[in-house]
Structures are given as C-alpha cells and as structure tokens.
C-alpha cells in the first residue's frame, strides 16, 4: 500500500508509514530463538583469552555495551555496531544493492537491536561471529532521517551508489542514520551509513555477543559474579541452562531483559517479569504482545505512557481501539493520525482536534481519515506553506483563499499553487 507524497511539486507515491514500523523488532519471528551454532559462555570466554591475552571480564563487557544507548544532539543513536564475517572494518568499495550508497552499513545500538543481536534476530549476517561497536564522531554532518524534510534531502543526492555517496557528501554530510523509516533500504528499516572513515571510530570489538573491549577494568572477573548482576549475561546463561530464580532476578533489574526472559526462558507470563517490564512502555507493549498474547489493564495503562507504543498496544494487542490508548495518543500529532487511520479506521473529533497540532498532520488527517476538506483542517494545514498547497491540491482539488495566501508566503509553494492548483 503506498500513499500520496510531493516531491518538487509532482505527485509520488511512497510506502505507507504505518505505525507497524515501530514494533517489528521484538516480534515472534524476529525473536524466535537460533540455538544453533550459539557459542557458549565458557567456550567463549577461552577463546577469548587465548587470542587476546587479556583477562575476560563479563562484567565490565556487558555493561560497556549497556550503557551505550546514548544518543547525539539531534536525537540520533551515538554508537552502531557491524556484523561481518572476519575481523575487519571499513568501507567496502563494491555496493551490494543498487539504490544504496557507498559506505560502511551498521545497525543502531538501541535496546532492540542489541535484543536482536542477542537472540540471534538479525535480517543481514546474523551468524556472523565478529561485531564492531563504533561512535558517529561527526554528528554535526550526520543526516539523520526522522523527518519528511530530511528524507527528500537524502532522495535528492542521487540514484546509485557511487552518485548517493558523492551527493551527500557534497551536502555537506558524511553519515547517514535512519530511525526504522527503510529509506536507505526497505529490507532493513533501520540501519546507518557511513560515507567515509572519518565519519566514525570504532571503540570496541564483540566475538558474536561478547564484547573485546581494550581496557582494564576494576569490576569482578567470575562468571558467577556476572551471572548474578548483570541482566545481558543472566540472560544468556539461562537461555543455555534454563530458569533459575538466581539469573531471573538478575535479569528483571533491566525491563527489556525481563521481557526477553519471559519470552525465551520462562516461555511464558510471571507476575515478577510483567513489573519488571512495565518500567518502559515499549517492553510491556511487547511483554503484552508476545509473552501475555493479550491485553490486560495494568499493561494497557503502562504501554499507554507513551502514545506510540498506545497505537501499537491498540492496533496489535487490544486489535481496536479503546479509551485509554485514544487518551494517551492525543499528546502527539503523528500518533493521533496513526491511530485515526489504523486504529478507529474513522474520524473521530478528539484525535482531529490533537492531529491538526501540526500542518503536516492536519493535512494527513484530511486527506487519509476524513478523505475530504474542512475548514479546521484546512486552516491548521495552512499553518505552512507546503501544506496549504497540499490541501488545496490533494484536498480541496481547487483553490481557496485560505491555502492560496499561505502558500504565497514561500515563493516555491507560490510558484507551484499557480501551476498544480490554479492551473487545474
């Protein structure tokens, strides 16, 4: 299903921004667990030393890795890490798909894609045994795409891979990160590039899911030790051993980790890991989703904290809509649009009223729920000069003088509206 976009005043089409986008990382096939060729912790741990000479200390690796979901001033993830066959890192000169440029490809270092990485979940080189952990170090020229505006940017540079690198570069940009919108690629939603060396630097190395950090650390070297106090290592170890109330409790101290244990060590509910995992809206969402398989009120009312993760409770869990998950999405334009579409399939005065907050979704909501105009939205719409004149061309399907004087405030919008409106 596509939908209608503008791009330099001409009508395209482009895959549906479904609200599902958000929610297909800890879905069941991504989550089915891969035992096989998993490497045990021991078997690791003696491989590691040998190679390296250095002391394993699972303590201070897994926490190194846990402690690096920060993000860049624009929002954007700081660290990515790499799958790759042997121990090397850099730009590989040879594109392997056509519509994607030159660079070094990475995944974001967020908790569901380390939840991925864990449960070997991956889309691309998902046994790989190596894994570099590196830092966009330039996030001043890291084009990140999270909006309309940034992804027309990155459309615009160029149409194959040699001409997408150049382009971008010239624009003054030397990474790429998309959020989960598939713009670099459609099979890997979220993934970054980056253009040039420079762009980067690599601050770690993992063997599969243990991380070969450079230093030294204070912290306990035992494995019992890490068993017991760090969620990532109590995961894995009872995922090879089965449940025990030792690495459970070791476990729920993290809400995406409790999620995970439920899901693949307990294989089923406990009351201990749905609190746990209430903690952070997303992991109950998916705690209701793939652990409960239904809806409950205490899970509905904390996924609903945040309005993304309500449309998702609602669309995947609830399958309908309902006054809590209606409530919570109305703190957000795009959420309250997404749930109007997907959600109540309809019009509905309360998520209108929280939609038309933005121009942009005062226009979507026109064009997609009410499928026709209004003059609140189309006085919300003509809030921009862009999206006065995708009303009146998309919407109205002629001119009005709400959205030809708003549109005249940008001399582009002004030039396309006498052409595509007026002309029509």
């Given at each position: 299903?596509?939908?209608?976009?503008?791009?330099?005043?001409?009508?395209?089409?482009?895959?549906?921004?479904?609200?599902?986008?958000?929610?297909?990382?800890?879905?069941?096939?991504?989550?089915?667990e891969r035992?096989?060729?998993?490497?045990?912790?021991k078997?690791?741990?003696?491989?590691?030393?040998?190679?390296t000479?250095?002391?394993?200390?699972?303590?201070?690796?897994?926490?190194?890795?846990?402690?690096?979901?920060?993000?860049?001033?624009?929002?954007?993830p700081?660290y990515?890490?790499?799958l790759h066959?042997v121990?090397?890192f850099?730009?590989?000169?040879?594109?392997?798909?056509?519509t994607?440029?030159?660079?070094?490809?990475?995944?974001?270092l967020?908790?569901?894609?380390?939840?991925?990485?864990?449960?070997?979940?991956?889309?691309?080189?998902?046994?790989?045994?190596?894994?570099?952990?590196?830092?966009?170090?330039?996030?001043?020229?890291?084009?990140?795409?999270?909006?309309?505006?940034?992804?027309?940017?990155?459309?615009?540079?160029?149409?194959s891979?040699?001409?997408?690198?150049?382009?971008?570069?010239?624009?003054?940009?030397?990474a790429?990160?998309?959020?989960?919108?598939?713009?670099?690629?459609?099979n890997?939603?979220?993934?970054a590039?980056?253009?040039?060396?420079?762009?980067?630097?690599?601050?770690?190395?993992?063997?599969?899911?243990?991380?070969?950090?450079?230093?030294?650390?204070?912290?306990?070297?035992?494995?019992?030790?890490?068993?017991?106090?760090?969620?990532?290592?109590?995961?894995?170890?009872?995922?090879?051993?089965?449940?025990?109330?030792d690495?459970?409790?070791?476990?729920?101290?993290d809400?995406?980790?409790?999620?995970?244990y439920?899901?693949?060590?307990?294989?089923?509910?406990?009351?201990?890991t749905?609190?746990?995992?209430?903690?952070?809206?997303?992991?109950?969402?998916?705690y209701?989703?793939?652990?409960?398989?239904?809806?409950?009120?205490?899970?509905?009312?904390?996924?609903?904290?945040?309005?993304?993760?309500?449309?998702?409770?609602?669309?995947?869990?609830?399958?309908?809509?309902?006054?809590d998950?209606?409530?919570a999405v109305?703190?957000?334009?795009?959420?309250?649009?997404?749930?109007?579409?997907?959600v109540?399939?309809?019009?509905?005065?309360?998520?209108?009223?929280?939609?038309?907050?933005?121009p942009?979704?005062?226009?979507?909501?026109a064009?997609?729920?009410?499928?026709?105009?209004?003059d609140?939205?189309?006085?919300?719409?003509?809030?921009?000069?862009e999206?006065?004149?995708?009303?009146?061309?998309?919407?109205?399907?002629?001119p009005?003088?709400?959205?030809?004087?708003?549109?005249?405030?940008?001399?582009?919008?002004?030039y396309?509206?006498?052409?595509?409106?007026?002309g029509?």
């Open positions: 299903m596509a939908r209608k976009a503008i791009r330099n005043g001409r009508v395209v089409y482009v895959p549906e921004n479904r609200p599902d986008k958000f929610f297909y990382s800890l879905g069941r096939a991504e989550l089915e035992r096989a060729g998993s490497i045990s912790v078997a690791n741990k003696g491989a590691y030393e040998k190679r000479g250095r002391r394993w200390d699972p303590v201070a690796q897994a926490r190194l890795v846990e402690r690096s979901f920060e993000t860049l001033p624009n929002g954007a700081r990515y890490f790499s066959e121990d090397r850099g730009v590989n000169p040879r594109a392997e798909y056509g994607t440029p030159l660079g070094v490809y990475a995944y974001p967020t908790p569901q894609y380390l939840a991925l990485l864990l449960s070997r979940g991956l889309p691309y080189a998902e046994d790989a045994e190596h894994v570099t952990l590196v830092e966009a170090v330039k996030p001043d020229r890291l084009l990140y795409l999270n909006t309309p505006e940034a992804r027309r940017v990155y459309e615009s540079a160029g149409s891979p040699k001409a997408l690198n150049v382009g971008l570069r010239r624009l003054g940009y030397t790429v990160s998309d959020p989960g919108t598939g713009t670099i690629h459609r890997e939603p979220a993934q590039v980056f253009l040039v060396p420079s762009a980067y630097r690599v601050v770690a190395r993992l063997s599969r899911d243990h991380l070969v950090s450079g230093g030294r650390s204070s912290l306990p070297a035992d494995q019992k030790t890490a068993e017991a106090t760090v969620p990532m290592v109590a995961l894995r170890v009872a995922k090879a051993r089965g449940p025990t109330d690495t459970r409790k070791a476990a729920i101290k809400p995406m980790y409790a999620s995970l439920a899901l693949h060590v307990d294989k089923g509910p406990r009351d201990d749905r609190r746990a995992a209430m903690k952070g809206p997303e992991y109950i969402y998916w209701a989703l793939n652990v409960d398989k239904g809806p409950r009120e205490d899970t509905r009312k904390a996924a609903s904290k945040d309005p993304k993760y309500a449309v998702g409770y609602a669309l995947n869990v609830d399958k309908g809509p309902h006054n998950t209606r409530r109305l703190r957000d334009p795009e959420d309250a649009y997404e749930y109007a579409q997907y109540d399939k309809g019009p509905h005065n309360a998520t209108r009223k929280a939609a038309m907050k933005e942009e979704y005062a226009f979507e909501y064009l997609s729920v009410d499928k026709g105009p209004r609140d939205t189309r006085k919300a719409a003509s809030k921009d000069p999206y006065a004149y995708a009303y009146a061309r998309y919407v109205d399907k002629e009005h003088n709400a959205t030809r004087k708003a549109a005249s405030k940008d001399p582009e919008y002004a396309w509206y006498a052409q595509y409106v007026e029509l």
